[in-house]
Structure formats: structure tokens, C-alpha cells
């Protein structure tokens, strides 16, 4: 997992909540995390006609949706 720098509250307070901004850190912020410990998929994707390096929160649409309509995924121990 990559772990980002906070949220620019500035930005999350003038949009009410909606957007969400924030920097990669490279690769001295990856962390190892067990994979049952995953409640959601995101992705952080460029923010068009941002500043360089400035990504915007992209929640993956259709987990939620799959989980409330039973589809969960069964991961079995290998």
C-alpha cells in the first residue's frame, strides 16, 4: 500500500467535503498490509490541470454495490 500525505484541508473545506488532494511520497512510504484488512479500493489519479505531482481520491466504483448485493469474494487460505 502507498501511503500519501494528508488531505489539503484548505481545499477539502471550500469543496464541502467532495475533493480530496493529495502528494505521493515515494517509495519510502509503501507499507505491507494483510489483505483481510481491506474494507475499499481506491485510486489517486492526476488532478487534471493541477500542479504536477497533486492527486485527486477516486473511490472504485461497484465494490460497495457487489458487497450489498452478496457478491463478496470468498478468499480461502492457500
Not at 1 to 6: G, I, L, N, Y
Request: glycine share 8%; hydrophobic share 40%; with cysteine.
Amino acid at each position: 500500500m502507498s501511503v500519501h500525505t494528508p488531505p489539503d484541508q484548505d481545499v477539502w473545506v471550500e469543496s464541502n467535503s467532495t475533493l480530496w488532494l493529495c502528494s505521493y511520497q515515494g517509495d519510502q512510504a509503501l507499507e505491507v498490509v494483510d489483505v483481510k484488512m481491506i474494507t475499499a479500493v481506491i485510486s489517486l489519479a492526476p488532478l487534471p490541470g493541477g500542479p504536477e505531482g497533486v492527486l485527486f481520491l477516486v473511490e472504485k466504483p461497484g465494490l460497495d454495490i457487489a458487497h450489498m448485493g452478496g457478491r463478496d469474494e470468498i478468499v480461502t487460505e492457500e
